[in-house]
Each structure stands twice: as C-alpha cells, then as structure tokens.
C-alpha cells in the first residue's frame, strides 16, 4: 500500500483526528517506516496458522447467560462532560439534508 | 402514479432482531426495554480500558435455533470482528460484528407474491452481533440525549437477497419472520418497542438496464410504514430517474429517513464505503466451533413452524385457509388448539373444536380484554365440552351455558354434567311425557295449531322444553310432538 499524503488525511478523518499540513507532512514518513516494519514482520514463516486469528473454542466454554452486577448510573454519567435526566447529552448528531 | 414509464422494484431487506436472552450479549448485564436510562450498563458496554468481553452461549444458541428456522446453514467455526465507526450511541468507538464468518448462510423466507403463489426470499447471511445505545434529538436544538442501556444487546442481522418486488412482499416478508421468531422464542419481534427493527434497501430497474441508485430507508417503526416507504420511494426514485437521469452509475448510494407525519423519505447521508469501517478480527474474542452436534440437536428442536402448520391445518385438518390463519396467528393460541384437538380417542372433530374457539372463546377474550393465558378453562376441558356434544350427551344451548361457567371457574365440564344430571334427556318415554304435559298446559295453543295456526306449535314446544329443563333432545322432541300432534 501506498503511504501518501492523501492516505494520511483519509486516516486522520476516519479517526476524527485534525492534522495540520505540517503534521501531514510529518508523519506520512513516520506512517511509512512503520508499514515497512510491518512488512517485514508479514514475510516470517508462520505454518498454516491464520496469524490474525486465535484457535478456536468449544461452545461449552462460553459465558452461561446469568445476570451480573451493573455499574452505578450517577458515578458513571459523572464521567461524561454532561448529562441530564439520567441521559448523556452530547452536541446534536442528527443531521437531516432535505433535498429534492 | 407518475405519467414516466413504470420501473420493477427490487427490495433487499436488512433485518436487526434483538435475542430473547437475560444478559446482553458481551457481558453480563440484563437488557429490558423501558428501563430507566444508564441502568442498564457494565465497563464492556461502556467501553472502559481493561474491559473486555466475553461472549453469551445463550445469544448464540438463540441466533443458530433462529438461522436453522430460516434453513440457514450454520458455520463449523465463526468468528467476530470490529466494525469500527465514530457515533455518540457506541462508545467503544467501534461495534462488535461479524464480518467474513458469519455464523448463518444462504436462508430463505417463503412468502407469498402478489398474486398468491408460494415464493421464497433467499437470505444471504444472518450474524450475531452487539445493539448500539439509543439517542434522541431534541426538537430544533443543539443536543442530542443518549441512553446505553440497549449497547451490547444481542442482535441476529437478517440479510435478506434482493428477491423482494412489491411492498406487499415487503409487508409480508417482515410478517413472515415476525411469525416465525414468535414460534421460536428466540426474540419478540416487537417493531414499537424497537426488538425488531428493518431497513429496505430499495431501487428501481427500467427495461434496457438502467438503475436507481440503491436507497437504505431507516427509521421505520411498523410494518404498514415499510410498505409506504417502499411505494414512496419507487415513485420518488422512478422520478429522479426520468426528470434528473439519476442512475446507480451517477449517484452513490445513500441513506433516507421515513417521515411518518409527512409519509416521505428524507435524505440523510451519502453511504461510506465498506472499506471505511476497517474491520479486523476482535483480538478480545476467540472464534467459536460449532460442532454438528450440537447444530442436529438444535435442529431436532425446532417447532413446526406457522406456513407448514396453516398448511397441515388446510390439508390434514380440512380447515378453511381462514381458520387456519386465525388459529395459527399467535403460537399460543395454536398450541392450545393443539391440546384441545387431542383426545383421549385420537383427534377430536377439527372443525368444531375451531368453532368453539374462534366463536366463543375468542370472543370472550375480546369482551373481557385479557389473554388466552388469564382464561381459567384449560384445552382439555374445552375437548370435554366438544365430546359431550359430539356423543349427543347435552344439548347445544347447555353446552353454551356450560361454556361460560367453565371459562371462569376452569371446572370440567364432564364432571359437572355428571353431577347436576345436565345430561341432554334423549329417553322416548320422559319426551312423551314431557310433550303430553306441554299439550295440556298449552290447550289453546293446540286448538289453534289444529285450525292451521303454524305459529301455535312454537309455544308447545317450548313448553315441552320447558318441562324438561332445557335438556331435552330437540329433534326427539319435534318427532314426538309432530307425532301427537297428529
């Protein structure tokens, strides 16, 4: 893959991340030494393993479906920068383009 | 209509249907709809550092017994991915799903078409994955409010292939499946309260190869709107296609939201490409294997599900195809005529016993406004009542009152013909008696029948009636009193 400047903005706006031209500039050569690195480490012999993946387990081994503790709703709307009501509130996500 | 050449609609319907289990589906927190919001929540859901899921044998076991219902295949080893997006209802930053190993493949849905016929809708995959939170927006204000307790609930997505060519076949499709999870138990296929909630994905084919660009349709909240939506766009996108020449090669596809004040779709966004949600395998989380086991045993399981049983019922039974609907409209009631139909004999009479249910019994359920389960008569005793009639024991009008006594109290009714001698009176020599009184009481009744007042005769028997407390056979006793009468 091509480590370009370009794939540097996809990347920075898919993560919600605001890079400055300088900073684009700066780290698509860090980008890239970090593929080449990967690289490297994709050309080991590894056998038939799939090394992204772990082997697999039995269906016994999974979590029995019985009720555990739940967290307290004030210490945890107490992390949020607001809340009201008992519901987070976050700036207006919905945005509707009436068009046509 | 509009006045442009009319296209062929072809509708593939995405399908997310909550699993009826206790806890959500990556940890052990309970999910119940209408609970008080951020009640409902662990560090999983939450997305705390250090969290890390740990996967519900229930939810699968749940998404399998549905996928084998549909006549998927079920994976020998499946897997989980991250899908990962930015959206205030998900604060992981990414979903967990299934991407290349999808626990169920290649279903289908057998509906009916427009003009009756058997068709089936073939299902492309079904995967097991987590529910985001929900959020409201304020009216025309700047914040969005966000509750997590349904975050981490487990969902079966149901992707359907493109086979859908009508909102009738749309409407009949969800129908289908709502029926289907009903029998099942596997999820509560609720649309209002969100445990099944679908989005057509909807275009438009015109005859030499031109298409619309595929349009999602979200926000659908039943399945009347899904069949508005569908007919909306189909006209909106015939539009679009002949005034503005919008096709599939010129125009991304993209995502609208139904309006149910306004009956329209709204546009909402431009959809992001595949590549966009970098799915890679959820490090957190093992793959699964499916022993074949385990999928024959669940398999083995399955209930007779409603399309064979209306057919069982039409065919076997000689039902009508109406009261075939009627009866296997709610696997409640369907199992509980089941139970009545099951005498100590072999079946009883089909079609009385259906009588009695979609007459009386359903009847009373409207009246009273409860369910089949807060009814104190069981199906046996029903049976009971169907078997005193069949053999001739009572008559039909105790049979009714009967009826109504054992709905509230439950007793049997066998037992109590028995006990207050309601048996239907069918001895010649009581009959005559009986009608020999009734001439008497009524002399002039009879004088008037003999000088050809037809009428006359109903007030003789029903004092004959009378002088047999209500139990006498009817026919015996027109025989004799035609006989007397002369």
Redesign the interface.
């Known amino acids: 893959m091509e480590i370009d400047e370009g794939l540097v903005r996809k990347i920075a706006e898919l993560a919600r991340l605001e890079l400055t031209e300088e900073e684009v500039h700066e780290i698509a050569p860090q980008l890239r030494r970090i593929f080449e690195h990967v690289d490297r480490i994709q050309q080991l012999e590894v056998g038939d393993a799939d090394p992204a993946t772990q082997d697999p387990i039995d269906l016994d081994a999974l979590r029995a479906d019985d009720a555990g503790e739940t967290l307290d709703p004030d210490s945890v709307l107490r992390n949020a920068p607001a809340h009201d009501d008992g519901f987070f509130v976050v700036p207006r996500f919905f945005d509707e383009e009436v068009e046509d | 209509m509009s006045e442009h050449s009319a296209g062929r609609v072809l509708v593939g319907m995405e399908v997310h249907l909550q699993l009826k289990?206790?806890?959500k589906c990556f940890?052990?927190?309970?999910y119940r709809y209408g609970a008080?919001?951020?009640?409902?929540?662990?560090?999983v859901v939450?997305g705390l550092p250090g969290a890390l899921p740990?996967?519900?044998?229930?939810?699968?076991?749940l998404a399998i017994r549905t996928g084998l219902a549909l006549g998927c295949e079920v994976a020998e080893?499946t897997?989980w991915d991250r899908k990962?997006y930015?959206?205030?209802d998900l604060p992981k930053g990414y979903q967990i799903s299934q991407y290349d190993q999808p626990l169920c493949i290649d279903g289908a849905i057998e509906i009916d078409d427009d003009d009756g016929n058997p068709k089936r809708v073939r299902i492309r995959r079904a995967h097991l994955e987590e529910d985001t939170g929900k959020?409201?927006?304020?009216e025309g204000?700047?914040?969005?409010?966000?509750?997590?307790n349904r975050a981490g609930a487990p969902l079966l997505e149901i992707v359907s292939e493109p086979d859908i060519a009508s909102a009738g076949e749309a409407m009949r499709y969800l129908d289908a499946l709502r029926e289907i999870v009903a029998y099942l138990g596997t999820s509560d296929g609720n649309m209002q309260e969100g445990n099944l909630r679908c989005e057509p994905n909807i275009n438009v084919l015109f005859d030499g190869g031109g298409k619309t660009p595929i349009v999602e349709v979200k926000n659908l909240n039943s399945v009347r709107n899904v069949g508005l939506a569908i007919e909306y766009e189909t006209e909106?996108q015939t539009r679009?296609y002949h005034e503005r020449g919008q096709t599939m090669e010129n125009t991304p596809r993209s995502t609208r939201?139904w309006d149910d004040d306004k009956g329209v779709t709204?546009?909402?966004?431009f959809k992001e490409s595949e590549d966009?949600y970098?799915y890679?395998?959820e490090p957190d989380l093992?793959?699964?294997?499916?022993?074949r086991d385990?999928v024959e045993a669940e398999r083995e399981a399955l209930p007779e599900l409603p399309r064979a049983r209306r057919a069982r019922y039409r065919e076997a039974l000689g039902l009508s195809e109406y009261d075939a609907g009627v009866l296997t409209a709610e696997p409640a009631l369907s199992a509980w005529y089941e139970q009545a139909l099951a005498g100590p004999e072999g079946t009883r009479d089909a079609k009385a016993v259906a009588n009695w249910i979609q007459g009386e019994l359903l009847r009373y359920l409207n009246d009273q406004k409860i369910d089949l389960a807060a009814v104190a008569l069981t199906p046996e005793g029903l049976g009971e009542l169907v078997d005193l009639r069949a053999a001739g024991s009572i008559n039909s009008r105790t049979a009714k009152d009967l009826f109504r006594e054992v709905i509230e109290s439950g007793a049997s009714p066998a037992a109590l013909v028995a006990e207050r001698r309601l048996g239907q009176v069918s001895d010649r020599g009581a009959v005559e008696a009986a009608v020999r009184a009734a001439m008497e009481a009524q002399a002039k009744a009879v004088e008037a029948f003999r000088a050809g007042n037809e009428k006359a005769r109903g007030r003789i028997f029903g004092e004959a009636m009378k002088q047999l407390s209500g139990r006498g056979d009817p026919q015996l006793v027109n025989e004799v009193l035609s006989e007397l009468l002369g």
Do not use: C
């Open positions: 289990t206790n806890t940890s052990p927190t309970p008080e919001p951020n009640t409902l929540i662990d560090p939450m740990v996967l519900n044998r229930e939810a699968v076991r080893v897997k990962n930015f959206y205030p959020s409201t927006h304020d204000g700047a914040a969005s409010r966000v509750d997590l909106r679009a939201g709204v546009h909402q966004r966009d970098r890679f395998p093992p793959p699964v294997t499916i022993t385990f």
